[in-house]
């Protein structure tokens, strides 16, 4: 597991995007793993302004989203294909081919959420995966109990995670299910990028430092994967020493 310390929130959020890039640079017929949440919104803005800034091609990468609210209608605002959207696809003019989301629209949720591994893997698999981090330690939608060989699959959210979100739904009743890439979905992908930012993730992240596949933190799992890279702000690494 690679640590990265950064200086300030702005400096944490172009590391990300940076990072990404520098992948889509180097091999730019990469599949690339995307998370939402309000810590990747600064990844998303920062991702763009250098892609249009210095014409960075993004023509043969391919996208899968790691999650998505069950029971909204398409096109909803808070679903996370409108969020990405708004923040990626719209602003690089990306294809709507080049981009896959978890099937929450079909008849069989279990028959969905197959095919999508099935894509997963036909496509190669997964060069890197972008993750947020819950505070209660939940990756993707993989809430506190998940199995870390748990695959693609509907899932039930906390209360802990509803709490963190319902605000995005104002008046509206927040979705409390959802399809989720698995952790052991999230494993098989080469690469894992997480970034956390703020005090409120100060104390997850202490614990994801100090324990191993625990599935009460199911970020704990990620710790075995050969490349696994976690960027902080300073909120965040505030309660952690790493003087090694
Ligand atoms: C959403 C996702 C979630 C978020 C997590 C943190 O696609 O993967 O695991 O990363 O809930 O959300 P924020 O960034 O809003 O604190």
């Known amino acids: ?12 959020v172009q590391t990300v995007a940076d990072l990404t890039l520098e992948r889509l640079l180097s091999r730019p017929s990469s599949v690339i793993g995307l998370a939402t949440g309000r810590t990747m919104e600064g990844v ?3 991702w763009t302004k250098r892609a249009l800034g210095e014409g960075i091609d993004h023509s043969s990468c391919f996208f899968f989203m790691l999650d998505e609210y069950l029971g909204l209608p398409d096109g909803h605002r808070c679903s996370f294909k409108s969020y990405i959207q708004e923040r990626l696809l719209r602003p690089l003019s990306l294809r709507e081919d080049q981009i896959a989301f978890p099937p929450v629209h079909g008849t069989s ?4 959420a197959k095919h999508y591994e099935i894509s997963i893997q036909e496509s190669g698999g997964v060069d890197l995966q972008l993750l947020g981090i819950g ?8 809430e506190p109990g998940s199995a870390g060989n748990s695959r693609t699959r509907v899932v039930e959210l906390t209360e802990s995670t509803i709490n963190a979100n319902k605000s995005e739904f104002g008046e509206e009743k ?8 698995g952790i052991g979905t999230i494993l098989e992908a080469k690469n894992l990028l997480m970034l956390a930012t703020g005090k409120s993730k100060a104390e997850v992240i202490k614990y994801l430092l100090n324990h191993h596949d625990d599935p009460n933190c199911p970020a704990t799992f990620l710790k075995s994967h050969p490349h696994f890279t976690l960027v902080l702000d300073p909120d965040a690494g505030s309660k952690i020493n790493l003087n090694i």
């Open 44 to 46: 998303y803005a920062a």
């Open 1 to 12: 597991m690679r640590i990265i310390q950064c200086h300030s929130t702005q400096e944490a």
């Open 135 to 142: 505070q209660n330690g939940h990756i993707g939608f993989n």
């Open 109 to 112: 949720h279990a028959d969905s």
């Open 174 to 181: 927040m979705p409390t299910q959802a399809l989720s890439m």
